[in-house]
DNA sequence: ATTTTTTTTGCAAACGTTTGCGATTATGTT
DNA sequence: AACATAATCGCAAACGTTTGCAAAAAAAAT
C-alpha cells in the first residue's frame, strides 16, 4: 500500500484537496461537518503529511544539522542529547552526523546538511580542519552555523563554548588551596585551541609556583595511562593530578589502580569531566564540571535567538563549577 | 541570498532546466560544452540540489530512522555510529531520535519517521512500549522496521539481537571453569525479555551447582553498587561477581574500589558488555563481548538486504565472544 | 423576490526536481 | 541537393503540499 495523501482523501470525500488541506488544520473556514469527515477519513487511513512537500512547499525544514567529530562519546553524546530534546520540543528534527575526525567527511556531512536545507547547523570542528570558509560561507544562504566546543581560533562566528580558561583557574585553585607539592598536568592535543586556552590559564595560576608543576600531553587514554604510571612511579612522584578531559582521568585513574595507590592519601587527583567517569570511581573524583548537556541547552538557545533575528556574531560562555568528589 | 537552483542556472545560461538538470548529472544527451558551461556556474553559484524536491519527486528520501531510549548511552552510540558509517558510505542519512524511555514519545518519533518518509526504521523499544502494532503496521506501507537489542518478545517481526543466552552460557561457563565456590549474579530489569533470557541461560548453566550461585536484580548503577558492597561485605562473601550489563558493572567496580578489594584475589568478576568499561579499571575485566557496534553492522545488512527484497521476517543473531581479561 | 452579507469551498500557482517524449539542430550518406 | 541518422535540447507533467483569491452556496437583510 502507498501512503496517503491528500489528493486520496479528497477523491474519496468528493472535496477539493485545498478543502481537505484546510479541515485538517483546523482552519475555520471550513464547516464543522466536513471537519469531521475528513478527519476521520484520515486517521482510518493513518495519513500523515508528506515532510518532504511541506519542505518545499514552505521552504523551511525544520530541521537541524549536528556535525561532530564522533558520535560515541560521552560530551558529543550528551551534548546531542539535549539538543535533541529541546528540538524535539519546538517540533524540530536532527540529521546528525559524524566526522571521524575526517575534514574530507566533515565537508561532505557539511554539503548534506545544505541538500537538506536545514534550518542551522551546530557543529564542533575536528581538530584537523583548516579551512572553515565552507562553514561561514552558509550565512550567505542564511543558515546559522553554531560552533560549539572546538571552534575556530579566530575567525568571527557563533561560538558557543565552555569556560576553558575559568575552569583551568577554578583546578589550579583548587589544587593550591591545598597545599600542593608536586603536580602533574596532563593535557591533550598541544595543538588545539581548547588545550591552548586550558593549558595557558592552567599556568598562569600556577605564576608563583612554577616549580610545583610538571606538565605533559597525552592523546589517548592509553598514552595518559602511560604518562601517569610513569610519573607516579618515581621516587619523587607528584602528590596530584590534573587531568584536562574524561579520557585522560580513565587512563590516569588505570594507573592509578595498577599502582594500587589509595586517593587522595597516596595521590590526589581531579579532572575536568562531563560529570559521567568521576562518579564511576571510589572516591569519586573532584571535578571541573565540563557539561555537555548543558552546552547544549545553550546552543540550542543561541540558535534560536539568531533564528529570531540577532544574527550578529556572537561568542557565548558556559561557567564552569567545581563537583567536590573525596579526591583531593 | 537564496539558495540557487536549476531554474537560476538555466535563466543564466539560457538553457532549459532539463538540460542542466541533466548536464549535473552526466547524462550522455548533453554535449560536453553545455556540461562544461552548467557545471561551471553549477559551482560558482555553489548550488546544491534541494531534497527536499528530489525526495518528493523520485519518492525516495534516502533517509533511515533510528529511535533509540536514549542516545546517551554507550550501547547504543556505538550501534549508531556503525550504523551511521554503513549508512553514508551508501547514501543514506539518517534521523535520529529518542524516546527517553518513554512510550509516547517513542511513538511521536515513529510519527516523524513516517512524516519524513524514511527509507525504513531501526528500532530499539522502550521498557515501557507495550503495543508495537503501530511499528508493524509500517509494512504495509512498504517501510521496513528492524528491531534490536530490545526487540518484541512474541511478534513476528525482523529482530536482530545479541545471543543473550550463548553469551550468558559463556560466562556461566567460565566462572564454573575456574571452580569458583559462591557466585553473584547481578541482574537488570526483571520484566525485560533481554534479562530473562540471560538469566535463564545463566541458571540453568548453574544448574547442577545451583547453590553457588546467588542472584539479585539491579536497576541503576547506584542499585548494583549498594547490592555488591553490600553481598561483599557478608563474613562469607562472594568470590565471583557476574555483571549482566556495563551499567552494573559500573556499580559494582565502585564497590570493590570502596572495600579496597584487589582483583581477582580477593573477588573475581566478570561481565557482559560494549567492551568500553572494562578495559578502563585495572586489571582489565574480562567480558562477554555484547558489541553495539557490530549489531550496528548486522542490523544494517539486514536492511539492505530487505530492502533489496528479502522482506520475509527473520530473526539475527549476532555471535558473542569471551574477551579475557584479568579478572578472573 | 431580490439584494447583500456571510459562510463555505475550489482553482491554480508555486516550491525544485526528474523524466518520457517530441522537437530541433547538426552530422553523415547517397 | 536531398535525405537519413544521430546528437542535442526543451516541453510538460508529476511528486504532495500550502495559500491567495475567486467562486459558489447558504443565510440574512431588504
Known sequence: MTSTTLKKISEVLGLSISTVSRALKNHPDI???????VIELATTLDYEPNANAIHLRTKNSKVFGVIVPSISNFFYDSFIASVEEESRKMGYSLIILQSSDNAEIELNNLKLCR?????????????????IQPFLRLSEFNIPV???????????????CLADTQAAI?????????????VLGIFGNKNMSITKKRLTAFEDAFTLKKNILHVEYAHS??????????QLSLKHKPDTVFCMSDEILAGAMKAIQELHLTI??????????????PKLYYPEIT????????????????????????????????????IEGQSI
Chains 1, 2 share one sequence.
Open 146 to 160: 553554531i560552533f560549539f566546543d572546538k571552534v575556530p581560533e579566530f575567525e568571527a562566528c557563533n561560538k558557543v
Open 31 to 37: 464547516s464543522e461537518k466536513t471537519k469531521q469527515k
Open 115 to 131: 541538500q537538506n536545507r536545514v534550518n542551522g547547523i551546530f557543529v564542533c570542528i575536528t581538530p584537523s580542519t583548516q579551512n
Open 221 to 230: 587514554k592509553e598514552e595518559a595511562h602511560a604518562i601517569t604510571k610513569q
Open 170 to 182: 577554578i583546578a589550579a585553585n583548587t589544587i593550591l588551596s591545598k597545599n600542593k607539592k608536586k
Open 287 to 322: 571535578y571541573v564540571e565540563t557539561s555537555g548537556y548543558k552546552l547544549g541547552q545553550l546552543a540550542f538557545s543561541r540558535m534560536i535567538s539568531y533564528l529570531a533575528g540577532s544574527t550578529f556574531m556572537q561568542e557565548l560562555t558556559l561557567d564552569c563549577i567545581l
Open 264 to 277: 587522595p592519601k597516596d595521590v590526589a587527583i581531579i579532572s575536568m569531566s562531563n560529570g559521567f567517569f
